[in-house]
């Protein structure tokens, strides 16, 4: 019939519809193509890859793309214009709020932290450290200490006098631990009193406030110096003359729950021991049989010019036996 034909011919010359922007583009195979990070981008924010229009070849899906699109929503939803968007199966979505990123928080390096990064950094790259682990067995360490705790005139009796008094006996066998370099590096420098440092994790940062003459001193005497510093240092009002002159250094890591470490020397020192968490394990006896033991880890690093594998291993050895038989160091106390 004539209308039919015109109705035909009408439609025919009305314009096709075109494609949306995000659906013109399609790869190979019929799928917008995008990269597997711009789909997880797309996931984070609950956006299904045709609600956003691709500007890449054959309509890639670009991170810019998905970038732009959040933030003409973001705009959208500022002005009060709907903020919904259909999905591919024409269901409305529920709008996903965009995620404000927290700002980067910018702190200057300073005080401690800065000096502690300086100084660091100066010894790992001009000091060649060897490092040399052990075991120690402290299993008569500790009973030691419990039977002298009742006698130590209210000082509180921790290990560490015990390490650093063992350490300045050990001195006498190996010198050189208590030596260091001189600037020209052409001169070693035997220091006259041991003086034992102690690395202490205070608020302001890593200090090495160091008990000075430990060959002098009583096991009550360090404690208290032990004491005294550690305060101090915890509370930020360490003496600039406490943390200068040491001569060899202690790490004490394992009271933070610490096995092994690597410590960094103290320069101008030669050498520091980092101490590792005490450890009940099971060990053979003199009679082979299984035995519940106290072990102790413990790193030393030494500065390889003047401190060979040899001497620092004869060092420890001779710190050891005094630790592991600490009645050993009655014979030695003046």
Known sequence: PPAAAATRRVESSAPAKTASPAAQGRGPYGRIPAAPAVRRLLREHGLALEEV??????????????????????????????????????????????????????????????VMARRMVESASTIPHFQYGEEIDVTELLALRERLKPLAEG??????????????????????????????????????????????????????????GVERLSLLGIAAEVARLTEAARAGKVAQEDLKGGTISISNIGVLGGTYAAPIINAPESAIVAIGKTQWLPRFDADDRVVKRAIMTVTWAGDHRIIDGGTIARFCNAWKGYLEAPESMLLHLS
């Open 53 to 114: 229009p691709g500007s890449g070849k054959q309509g890639r899906v670009l991170k810019e793309d998905v970038l732009r699109h959040l933030e003409e929503k973001t705009t959208d939803t500022a002005a009060g214009q709907p903020s919904a968007s259909p999905t591919a199966e024409g269901h409305v979505a529920p709008a996903t709020p965009f995620p404000t990123e927290g700002e980067v928080r910018v702190e200057p390096l300073r005080g401690v932290r800065a």
């Open 155 to 212: 000082s509180r009796l921790t290990l560490m006098p015990f390490f650093m008094k063992a350490m300045a006996l050990a001195v006498r066998e190996a010198p050189i631990l208590n030596a260091r370099l001189n600037d020209a590096g052409d001169e070693i420098h035997y220091l006259p009193s041991v003086n034992v440092g102690m690395a202490v994790d205070s608020r302001s940062g890593l200090l090495v406030p160091n008990v000075k």
